[in-house]
């Protein structure tokens, strides 16, 4: 019997449904709420999902850029962007407590473009202090039934050096929105896959030097499960040293932040797979060592969070899993945190689909929230309909 695969677009087809969500058709912008999202439910479940997702996302970043670089960004943003609802944190001017999570601009090179969507803040990332190819392909897959998604890119960029020059340059663009609605601009920082454990200190130090001057904050991510040995980290004696590393760094490239804390804003961004005490160990450490705040969590590799076929698919495939599965122990390991100290500030990301899951991590502690597996499933008014919402509870 012939075996029959997956229906795929051609080449043409696949760009016009790749730019249509993001043009929204800008005729009829009057459209009754909750249109748009409508319209990009249809193509993602008739189209988009009938596409590999890494070239998805490829193509959906290409239109994005190629829209605002075509002087439309003002269309896009009146579609999707959003009134300022400020919000002071880690001593920055946030335009809203809504951001884009690390690793959907991994290089830095779309910020305005993504900032047109109504984003308060853009965390780019995860960057190395060396450039790598990321993980064999395929290596990104959909768990539709979950509205997640399961990834092993394995912090694939262009290195530290390439993102300096990306960021600059649009940091450059930024200046033409007004300044209520530019973002706040984080850069994430991970270790290079080939650098040895023992080495990390000095990978995660290289970074910082080289993208402080450019980050309004930094993160150190120490809890991908795509990189070998990269969660071992986490452990106190591994993390601390790192964490002195890249403070130092900063402090000496960085003599005027733009925070009011006096120095670039650091946080640590944590696994949701660590037991209850040894997130509690990591709390104390970044409290210890001067961290501004956590990142709470990454993708889980718990493959008990699924169920049917999207359950048999990731028991297959190595990789972290996002979305709404992670959404539970997200908001545990927020409560837990936020219980245990108030001397941090709090990100919370995982599992935020709508404004009401927002809301409930902003009521448990958390002062920002972050998604990306969100937008994928619900489109590029998410950021906006969540900002919206969060007004209005």
């Known amino acids: 019997m012939q075996k029959h695969s997956k229906p795929t677009l051609k080449p043409g087809l696949l760009a016009l449904v790749t ?3 993001f043009i929204g058709f800008f005729s009829i912008l009057d459209q009754p709420a909750g249109y748009h999202e409508c319209v990009y439910d249809f193509l993602f479940r008739n189209a988009l999902t009938h596409v590999d997702p890494e070239r998805a996302h490829h193509m959906s970043m290409t ?6 670089m075509a002087g439309l960004g003002s269309y896009l943003a009146e579609m999707y962007g959003t009134a300022p609802d400020p919000a002071n944190v880690l001593g920055l001017r946030f335009p809203n407590r809504v951001g884009l999570a690390a690793g959907f601009d991994k290089n830095g090179s779309a910020i305005r473009a993504l900032a047109r969507l109504g984003f308060g803040h853009i965390e780019v990332g995860t960057i190395t202090a060396h450039s790598q190819p990321g993980n064999p392909k395929p290596r990104l897959f959909r768990l539709t039934d979950h ?9 694939n960029n262009d290195g530290a050096r390439q993102a300096v020059f990306n960021i600059r340059a649009e940091l450059k663009k930024l200046r033409v929105l007004p300044e209520s609605r530019r973002p706040i601009v984080g850069i994430n920082i991970g270790k290079t896959k ?9 990978d995660y130090a290289t970074s910082a030097r080289l993208l402080s001057p450019l ?10 499960p795509n990189t070998p040995g990269l969660r071992d980290l986490q452990a106190i004696d591994t993390l601390r040293p790192i964490v002195d590393a890249v403070r130092a760094e900063a402090d000496e490239a960085v003599r005027n932040p733009r925070s009011t804390l006096g120095h670039v804003p650091l946080l640590v961004k944590i696994a949701p797979d660590l037991n209850d005490q040894d997130i509690l160990e990591v709390t104390d450490m970044c409290i210890d060592t ?3 705040g956590l990142i709470c969590t990454n993708t889980t590799i718990n493959r008990e969070v699924l169920s049917g076929k999207d359950k048999e698919l990731a028991q297959a495939e190595a990789g972290g899993i996002s979305g709404r599965p992670v959404a539970d122990r997200s ?10 100290t108030d ?5 919370s990301v995982g599992g935020i689909e709508t404004a009401a899951h927002a809301h409930e991590r902003l009521a448990a502690g958390a002062s920002l929230v972050q998604g990306y597996t969100g937008m994928i499933y619900r489109g590029p008014g998410w950021a906006s309909q969540i900002t919206k919402g969060i007004r209005h509870a």
């Open 194 to 202: 080939v650098v040895p454990a023992e080495d990390a200190v000095s």
């Open 19 to 21: 730019f249509l969500p």
């Open 63 to 68: 239109a994005l850029r190629a829209l605002d």
């Open 215 to 224: 980050a309004d904050y930094m993160v150190i991510n120490v809890s991908s």
């Open 343 to 347: 001397a941090l500030t709090l990100v």
């Open 331 to 340: 908001l545990e390991v927020l409560r837990l945190i936020r219980s245990h």
């Open 290 to 292: 001067g961290v501004d």
């Open 147 to 155: 509205g997640a998604i399961l990834n092993r890119m394995g912090f």
